[in-house]
C-alpha cells in the first residue's frame, strides 16, 4: 500500500561560509495545500523558489517551512568608525582638561561603543550560490519529510484495512440474519396481517397482503448490503492506488455512512440493529483515519 498522510516532521542542516542554517518543516491535516514559509529578513525572494518546490512533491496538507540562519565570525570584518573615535578623543581631552586624568589608552577609546562595527563581508540577499544551497537543502527537508508521511501512511493503511475488515465482517453477519429467512419474513407479515384484520374486519384481505408485501421489500436490507459490499471493494482498490486518494476515501466514508444509517432504520430485527451499530461506530472511526490521508 502506498497512501501517505498528511502529518509530517522534517529537519535539515546545512552550511556554505559564511553561512549556517536549519530547515524546519512540519504538516498536518488540510483540505489543501496550504503552505507557509517563515524566512530570515532579507531572503524573502527565495520564497517562490521554495514553494513551486513544494507544490511538485505535496498534494494536500498545512505545511509550514522556518529556515534558521546564522553567520560565522569568519564572515564578518571589523571597521573603524573615524567619525565615532574623533568624537570620542575630543570628548576625552575635554574630560582630561577639566579633570587633570591621565589620557586614556587606545583600548579604551576602542573599547567604546560604535567606534568599531561589525561589517557584513557579503549580503547573503544577493548571494546566488548561498540561495542555491538553501533551496537544495530545503528540497532534502521535503524528500525527509515525504518519507515520513509514508512511513506514517504505512500505519494508517493497516488501520483502514482491519476496519474495512470490520466493516465486511459487520455486513455479512446483518444479512445473515435470521429475521431475513423466508420462514422468518412469511411469518411476519402473517402476524402484520392477522393484526390489521382483527383491529379492522372491513378491510380488504388481498389489499392487506399487497401492503404488507411492500412494506416487507421496503424493510429488508439487501441494496445496502450490497452497496456496502462494493464500498468495501472499491477502498480496497483505493489503498492500492499510487495517487493520491484522500479526497476520494473521504467521499466514500460518507457513502458508507448513509448507508449504515439506512440499514440501522430499515432494521426489523435485535441482531441487525446491533450489526448496524456496531458498523456505524466502525465507519466514524474509519471516517476520523481517512482525514489523515494526503
Do not use: Y
Not at 75 to 92: S, T
Not at 186 to 215: F, K, T
Not at 235 to 244: F, T
Amino acid at each position: 500500500m502506498t497512501i501517505r498522510s498528511m502529518t509530517g516532521f522534517a529537519r535539515t542542516e546545512g552550511a556554505l561560509a559564511p553561512a549556517r542554517w536549519h530547515w524546519e518543516v512540519r504538516s498536518v491535516n488540510g483540505r489543501g495545500l496550504d503552505l507557509r514559509f517563515r524566512l530570515p529578513p532579507g531572503l524573502d525572494a527565495l520564497e517562490p523558489r521554495l514553494r513551486e518546490a513544494a507544490q511538485k512533491r505535496l498534494s494536500r496538507g498545512n505545511v509550514s517551512a522556518t529556515l534558521s540562519l546564522s553567520r560565522e565570525a569568519g564572515g564578518a570584518a571589523i571597521r573603524l568608525n573615524e567619525a565615532a573615535l574623533m568624537q570620542v578623543v575630543a570628548a576625552a581631552d575635554r574630560a582630561r582638561e577639566l579633570t587633570r586624568a591621565a589620557p586614556p589608552s587606545l583600548e579604551a577609546l576602542l573599547a567604546v561603543r560604535g567606534v568599531l562595527e561589525v561589517a557584513e563581508t557579503t549580503e547573503l540577499a544577493d548571494d546566488e550560490a548561498l540561495a542555491k544551497a538553501l533551496a537544495s537543502s530545503f528540497e532534502r527537508a521535503l524528500e525527509a519529510l515525504i518519507e515520513a508521511r509514508a512511513t506514517e501512511g504505512g500505519r494508517l493503511a493497516s488501520v483502514l484495512a482491519d476496519q474495512l475488515g470490520q466493516i465486511e465482517q459487520l455486513t455479512s453477519t446483518a444479512a445473515a440474519s435470521p429475521a431475513r429467512s423466508v420462514e422468518a419474513i412469511r411469518q411476519r407479515l402473517a402476524d402484520q396481517v392477522a393484526r390489521l384484520m382483527e383491529a379492522a374486519s372491513a378491510l380488504d384481505p388481498a389489499r392487506l397482503h399487497q401492503e404488507a408485501a411492500l412494506i416487507a421489500t421496503k424493510a429488508d436490507i439487501q441494496e445496502e448490503v450490497q452497496r456496502l459490499g462494493s464500498h468495501v471493494a472499491a477502498a480496497r482498490e483505493l489503498l492500492a492506488s499510487p495517487e493520491p486518494i484522500g479526497r476520494k476515501l473521504e467521499f466514500l466514508a460518507q457513502e458508507f455512512n448513509r448507508e449504515a444509517n439506512t440499514l440501522c432504520s430499515k432494521a426489523n430485527a435485535p441482531d441487525i440493529t446491533r450489526a448496524g451499530l456496531a458498523l456505524k461506530a466502525v465507519i466514524d472511526q474509519l471516517r476520523e483515519q481517512v482525514q489523515n490521508i494526503e
